[in-house]
């Protein structure tokens, strides 16, 4: 049974696994950026095309679901880390896993609560604060009561529940993903012997490709929610 590795800060207990993979994985998504964007040329290279292939994607996902064009310029770049990141930390803990005596020190990040509500509370914040620029405080307020008076309540209940379901969303479907692994890899396959670990050997490396496509779905589903929800704030009902 392993036990989450967790540091008294300030009087904050504070989960260090997500913070070190967070951290990790920030590192990645640096390098593979200060990579692929190295002596940019007029003639693009085959590492330039492959960056402006994702640029062009995020971007994509910006353009079709937020009309504002204010927003759009801050989004584009907000739309292609949050991408990226998300994406890599959904892998994490597919190829990576460490774990000292009984603390998990390395796994997906995004497997963890906290960090996939951080991502929606920033989507959260970013949407308010797009809507309070476009229709100013008095105006955006009175959005909630659009088209009529009694859907308030109703409007005020679907950012909370909007939050829940875009951070939960990613943490279950990587969470689940993970538990699965481990249980063909460390439950099924030593259990009979070594029948058993050959049965477990392929179909532990079938869930990892899936578990690989899930965390891609995944990834591009957060951000196109995101750009949604904030589409959404810029709107006038």
């Keep these: 049974m392993e036990n989450p590795l967790v540091f008294n800060i300030f009087g904050w207990n504070v989960d260090m696994v997500g913070v070190i993979g967070s951290t990790l994985m920030a590192i990645v998504v640096f390098a593979i950026c200060y ?9 693009p290279n085959n590492k330039q095309n492959a960056l402006e292939m ?9 353009r079709d679901n937020v009309s504002d064009e204010a927003a759009r310029k801050h989004l584009s770049l907000y739309a292609f880390v949050l991408f990226l990141f998300i994406f890599c930390m959904n892998q994490l803990g597919l190829f990576l896993e460490v774990k000292v005596g009984d603390y998990m020190v390395i796994k997906s990040p995004t497997a963890d609560p906290v960090t996939t509500m951080s991502f929606a509370m920033m989507t959260l914040l970013l949407s ?16 909630y009561a659009n088209p009529v008076g009694f859907l ?7 950012e909370f529940t909007n939050f829940l379901t875009l951070s939960l ?28 670990r050959i049965l477990a050997a392929p179909l ?30 810029v709107t006038q009902e």
């Design 152 to 158: 308030l309540p109703i409007n005020v209940i679907e």
């Design 35 to 43: 990579a692929l964007s190295r002596k940019i040329e007029m003639k």
């Design 169 to 196: 969303r990613l943490y279950g479907n990587i969470f689940a993903g993970e538990v699965l692994l481990t249980l063909i890899g460390g439950q099924l396959g030593p259990s009979y012997g070594i029948i058993t």
């Design 128 to 143: 308010f604060t797009f809507g309070i620029q476009k229709f100013g405080t008095k105006g955006y307020l009175k959005n």
């Design 204 to 233: 532990a490396m079938i869930w990892q490709g899936f578990s690989v496509f899930i965390g891609s779905i995944q990834a591009y589903v957060f951000v196109t929610l995101s750009m949604v929800y904030i589409g959404k704030k």
């Design 54 to 62: 994702m640029i062009d994607f995020t971007d994509g996902i910006v």
